[in-house]
């Protein structure tokens, strides 16, 4: 699984981003967000994997050790920030699936676009009625 992630992040082109959960989405795993994070801070020495290029759903940068080295290779590769410190998404970020044909790594587990997936509706539970109990402090 983490060779799928590194392959995914090794396509991020200089001068993009991409999200923990995007990559999540592109292997084929279902709120697999810490999984990437997990795999990207395992990242065996010598593998060439531009882990600087992923970054939080909301565009900032995760408040770890190499925080600053990440944000210093970003600047290098020409991604600014906002005054806030984030990455803007919608300038930086690669466009979603449907619009990067075979952006999706082998052996994904659907190959359908996040914006093309219907989302199955939940079931509501019926309200539970309330029962009258002893009032605590009235005898």
């Known amino acids: 699984m983490f060779e799928r992630i590194y392959a995914a992040v090794r396509r991020v082109p200089r001068g993009r981003v991409i999200t923990y ?51 210093k290779r970003l600047r290098r590769d020409g991604v600014r920030f906002t005054r806030y410190g984030s990455v803007d998404l919608t300038r930086y970020g690669l466009p979603s699936g449907a619009s990067m044909p075979g952006w999706l790594t082998a052996g994904a587990r659907t190959a359908t676009p996040p914006a093309q997936r219907r989302r199955t509706p939940q079931r509501r539970r019926a309200p539970q009625p309330v029962r009258p109990g002893p009032r605590p402090g009235i005898p």
């Open 21 to 71: 959960g995007e990559i999540a989405r592109q292997v084929g795993l279902r709120n697999g967000a810490r999984t990437v994070g997990w795999a990207l801070a395992s990242l065996p020495d010598g593998e060439a994997a531009p882990w600087w290029r992923v970054v939080r759903g909301d565009g900032t940068i995760a408040n770890r050790q190499f925080a600053a080295e990440q944000r």
